[in-house]
Nanobody, 126 residues
């Protein structure tokens, strides 16, 4: 059974940082495309960062230079380091996995992902 479980969300002030983690079981993160997707209230899901098995990485323009996606292959954990957080980053953040092949151009498309975690909330507010 595939399970993805996110953690690390919370309340943070603008300009602050958070690191999200996603513990993955039932599949190997090195062979799947992995992504962080967020959904703000009343808005559609948005892919913010994705990483393929070949370590190619894509970021949404809205987070480029502020967020960093990485994975620990030995522990099967996906991370999202978020810095310089803004109120508009407030959302539920989901970890997602897609079986190969996933084209680089599709890394940020939520519809490409098959497995999802329950999400962790991020609230950026003063």
């Amino acid at each position: 059974e595939v399970q993805l479980v996110e953690s690390g969300g919370g309340l943070v002030k603008p300009g602050g940082s958070l690191r999200l983690s996603c513990v993955v079981s039932g599949l190997t993160t090195t062979t799947y495309a992995m992504s962080w997707v967020r959904q703000a209230p009343g808005k559609e899901r948005e892919g913010v960062a994705g990483i393929r098995s070949d370590f190619s990485i894509a970021y949404a323009d809205s987070v480029k230079g502020r967020f960093t996606i990485s994975r620990d292959n030995a522990k099967n954990i996906l991370y999202l380091q978020m810095t310089s957080l803004k109120p508009e980053d407030t959302a539920m953040y989901y970890c997602a996995a897609a079986p190969p092949p996933v084209a680089f151009s599709s890394l940020l498309l939520p519809g490409k992902y098959l497995h999802w975690g329950p999400g962790t909330p991020v609230n950026v507010s003063s």
